[in-house]
């Protein structure tokens, strides 16, 4: 199926353990972020990538790494995870036209990690 | 510090009700803002404004952009309990990164 999809939708993991969150994309969109939601603050940005091979950190980049070594994905890793990183996490792509950017984004369903 | 603040943070009304949501920011150089409702699950796309002044519309929904006071208002009008989400406003920086706000909210009661 099209889209961006994200995987595991759920998971809980214990404090120090790594995770790995994965995000896949059919559009060829060239822009995917990582975007973490908690109650109060928002969508704050992780990291985004703006080409394969090309990242760049965001609001909130510690404690997390990225790589885009292929176009459709984007995986997102806690390399220690803390109970701090208990969160949503959501993927997004977004198309560049051209010179046409609309700036919209395409989100994933939410990846719901918890950090005992 | 927050580049882009929602107000209010929630809002209860009852069915048939107007209300209207409110996203100031500072930044002054940007390409766009977007608004996204958000209910279970990811948010979806409603609205991309560029111009200042022009109100682009969707059924009971409706939103401006003023470039000068820096704030943009999303307004639904005859509210019904669907339109129950939390709604968030974003700026689309240069490079095609996003800042959201918090968010607003919103339940509409029968």
């Known amino acids: 199926d099209a889209g961006i999809t994200q995987s595991p939708r759920y998971k809980i993991t214990e404090t120090g353990r790594q995770v790995t969150l994965m995000c896949h994309q059919t559009?060829?969109?060239?822009?995917m972020f990582w975007y973490r939601q908690d109650l109060g603050h928002g969508l704050r940005l992780i990291y985004y990538s703006a080409a394969a091979d090309i990242t760049d950190k965001g609001e909130v980049p510690d404690g997390y790494v990225v790589s885009r070594s292929k176009t459709e994905n984007f995986p997102l890793t806690l390399e220690s995870a803390t109970r701090s990183q208990t969160s949503v996490y959501f993927c997004a792509s977004s198309l560049l036209r051209g010179g046409f950017d609309t700036g919209e984004l395409f989100f994933g369903e939410g990846s719901r990690l918890t950090v005992l | 510090e927050d580049k882009v603040v929602q107000s209010p943070l929630s809002l209860v009304v009852h069915e048939g009700d107007t209300v209207t949501l409110n996203c100031s920011y500072e930044?002054?150089?940007?390409?766009?803002l977007l608004w996204y409702k958000q209910e279970k699950k990811a948010p979806t796309f409603l609205f991309m404004l560029t111009s200042s002044g022009i109100e682009k519309k969707s059924g009971r929904l409706s939103s401006i952009l003023d470039k000068k006071e820096l704030f943009s208002i999303l307004n639904i009008t005859a509210t019904q309990t669907g339109d129950s989400a939390v709604y968030l406003c974003?700026?689309?920086?240069?490079?095609?990164?996003?800042?959201f706000g918090a968010g607003t909210i919103l339940r509409v009661k029968s």
């Open positions: 930044v002054t150089n940007f390409r766009s």
């Open positions: 559009w060829s969109h060239s822009y």
């Open positions: 974003a700026l689309v920086e240069y490079g095609n990164k996003l800042v």
